[in-house]
């Protein structure tokens, strides 16, 4: 599988910038009603495209995040208070925006009891209260791997249940340092033994070998993970982790292939691939299957 060099950012990755006024509508609903999107605070290059869409990302428990993964441009430090009016404003952001198909993420939490669990479930509650045919699909963090926060997650009942697992086995003390790879295996087969669509995400260019990825996707296919997405890595800084390789569309393309081929029932891989970017058409897919194997 070929790769470029790190010097120069191959032109496959250069994304649409953000003109329509649809982009802007979605930035006024973003700022009037002091929400946070992990679009803006992750740097996504997809920011243009899908807010052009009407789609975005709306991030929980504000946009501090209580953990240092070395990948990854969202603040960290010490988050404020609670903000209990959230849940109802991600709610009617939601409506507002129309969306058929809403993506909510969160900053980590470790300084709550519960990992902001509760917060989590009643923003489903109140986006499925005033959206009620709106796909939910939550992205969340692994609550330390206690299965007690994450049942109150799963008993607000969300459509779609994404949690990643960033990178393989042997990097993940030195990309994401608080996480680790068996915790997130057992978040996604507990939420699938409750019968859960689950799905997941990898980046790649960030240091990993080719035989790692592929048992990162076996392991996740043998606790029978539905949906998975493939990434380039982007260092957002000179501070964040170095850039390993750029990874071609090419193996991207080889990398779906094979994840259909162990059994995913949706692979969206591609360089500017995101965990929410297309999550939408990933759910369309996903009902189209069931329908027709149903
Ligand atoms: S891929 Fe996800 S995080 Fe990036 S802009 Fe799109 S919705 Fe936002």
Redesign the pocket.
């Known amino acids: 599988m070929s790769t470029t060099s790190v010097e120069r950012k191959p032109g496959w990755l250069r994304a649409k910038l953000p003109t329509s006024s649809k982009y802007r509508e979605v930035r006024d609903l973003v700022d009037q009603n002091a929400l946070h999107?992990?679009?803006?605070s992750?740097h996504?290059?997809?920011?243009?495209?899908?807010?052009s869409r009407r789609?975005?990302?709306l991030m929980i428990l504000g946009e501090v995040c209580t953990r240092s993964c070395t990948f990854c441009a969202i603040q960290t430090g010490r988050p404020p208070e609670l903000d209990l009016g959230e849940p109802a404003r991600v709610a009617e952001a939601v409506r507002k925006m129309g969306l058929k198909h809403a993506?909510i993420?969160s900053v980590a939490r470790d300084d709550l009891k519960d990992g902001g669990a509760s917060v989590w479930a009643a923003t489903v509650r109140a986006i499925r209260y005033r959206n009620p045919g709106t796909g939910i699909e939550i992205l969340i963090p692994d609550f330390r791997g206690k299965p007690e926060p994450l049942d109150v997650v799963l008993d607000a009942r969300p459509d779609i249940l994404n949690h990643n697992i960033e990178t393989v086995e042997r990097l993940q003390r030195p990309v994401r340092k608080t996480a680790n790879y068996n915790t997130t295996l057992g978040v996604l087969r507990h939420a699938k033994s409750r019968g859960f669509t689950t799905k997941s995400g990898i980046m790649l260019g960030i240091g990993e070998q080719h035989e790692e990825i592929a048992k990162t996707l076996r392991d996740l296919r043998a606790i029978d993970v539905n949906i998975l997405t493939i990434g380039q890595y982007l260092q957002p800084t000179p501070k964040h982790r170095p850039l390993d390789r750029w990874v071609t569309p090419e193996e991207f393309q080889e990398w779906k292939d094979f994840g259909l081929s162990i059994g995913f029932d949706v692979v969206e891989s591609g360089p500017?691939?995101?965990?929410?970017?297309?999550?939408d058409e990933q759910s369309a897919m996903l009902q189209e299957r069931g329908a027709r194997a149903g």
């Open positions: 999107t992990v679009c803006q992750a996504c290059p997809n920011l243009g495209e899908c807010w789609t975005a990302t993506v993420t500017l691939v995101r965990s929410s970017y297309h999550a």
